[in-house]
């Protein structure tokens, strides 16, 4: 079994910046792929990014530009550098890893963009 721990929400004003950092309590597997999803009220969760352990990574479109994923496979460790946050960011953010044949998942860290 693998647990997720996730850090690093909050609350900031628009524009402003998070760093959000999630940790596998394990490191003796090879991690197919890491990455962040989010959930606001009321809507489905969707991917912000993931990267794959062939280093190619892929962002929605409303946060390409802006948010930058980034991870250390020795580590088992994947963060998200969120920049010029905006209103439509508030949300539930997920941790997830996929360990073939299966998905795990962070506890969620809640961002609040707000003036």
């Known amino acids: 079994q693998v647990q997720l721990v996730e850090s690093g929400g909050g609350l900031v004003q628009p524009g402003g910046s998070l760093r959000l950092s999630c940790a596998a309590s394990r490191n003796d597997f090879s991690i197919n792929r890491m990455g962040w999803y989010r959930q606001a009220p009321g809507k489905q969760r969707e991917l912000v990014a993931s990267?794959?352990?062939?280093?190619?990574?892929i962002y929605a479109d409303s946060v390409k530009g802006r948010f930058t994923i980034s991870t250390d496979n020795a580590k088992n460790t994947v963060d998200l550098q969120m920049n010029n946050l905006k209103v439509e960011d508030t949300a539930t953010y997920y941790c997830?890893?996929?360990?073939?044949?299966?998905?795990?998942w962070g506890q969620g860290t809640q961002v609040t963009v707000s003036s």
């Open positions: 990267k794959t352990n062939s280093d190619a990574a």
């Open positions: 997830n890893i996929y360990v073939w044949p299966t998905n795990y």
